[in-house]
């Protein structure tokens, strides 16, 4: 049997126990999405999902690491469903080329790159090898909301 990659992210969304909006909105005035050419960038994303969000606090701190690869496989699957509603169908991805992690870490934490691979791992699920991407992952003292990990992914697609 051939499973879509929105077929994948959807089993991903109900295995994880989540949900998201209806629709992907920004908290102020700017764009959660901007495309240019066959590039698209989609801005920061926090771990929001069933309304709410749902990790909070600094890695190494008062959320483990294995939280923390929670909250970023979390904040991959909401910018995935973010590119879907962007460009109809996540079958028009062709690469992701990039994306920034940032892990609200304790002080003395140095494993982001672990928590990081929250994410990764959800991009690959999905996407295969077209998930597959450069990589930035930082820890940051404060975050948006006292989120514990906020990401931000540029992604190549392919024209209609």
Same mark, same amino acid.
């Given at each position: ?10 089993? @991903?969304? %109900?295995?994880?126990?989540?949900? /998201?909006?209806?629709?992907?909105? $920004? ?15 989609? &801005?920061?994303? =926090? $771990?929001?999902?069933?309304? %709410? ?10 959320? &483990? ?7 970023? #496989?979390?904040? #991959? ?8 509603? *962007? ?14 992690? /940032?892990?609200?870490? +304790? ?5 982001? &790159?672990?928590? #990081?691979?929250?994410? *990764?791992?959800?991009?690959? %699920?999905?996407?295969?090898? +077209? ?6 992952? =930082?820890?940051?003292?404060? =975050?948006? %909301?006292?989120? +514990?990990?906020?990401?931000? @992914? ?7």
């Amino acid at each position: 049997m051939n499973t879509s990659r929105n077929d994948v992210f959807d089993a @991903l969304v %109900k295995e994880y126990g989540i949900s /998201f909006e209806s629709e992907f909105l $920004p908290g102020a005035n700017y764009t959660i999405a901007v495309r240019h050419g066959a590039e698209i960038h989609i &801005s920061s994303q =926090l $771990p929001r999902a069933n309304g %709410k969000l749902i990790v909070t606090g600094h890695v190494g701190q008062e959320v &483990s690491i294995e939280q923390g690869k929670f909250a970023a #496989a979390v904040t #991959a699957l909401r910018l995935l469903g973010i590119l879907r509603q *962007s460009i109809g169908c996540l079958s028009r991805v062709r690469h992701l080329l990039k994306m920034n992690v /940032f892990v609200q870490s +304790a002080s003395g934490f140095g494993q982001q &790159s672990e928590v #990081a691979d929250g994410a *990764s791992e959800v991009f690959f %699920k999905v996407l295969g090898e +077209a998930g597959t991407h450069a990589r930035t992952s =930082l820890g940051v003292s404060q =975050l948006s %909301k006292n989120g +514990a990990v906020a990401i931000d @992914l540029i992604a190549i697609i392919e024209d209609v």
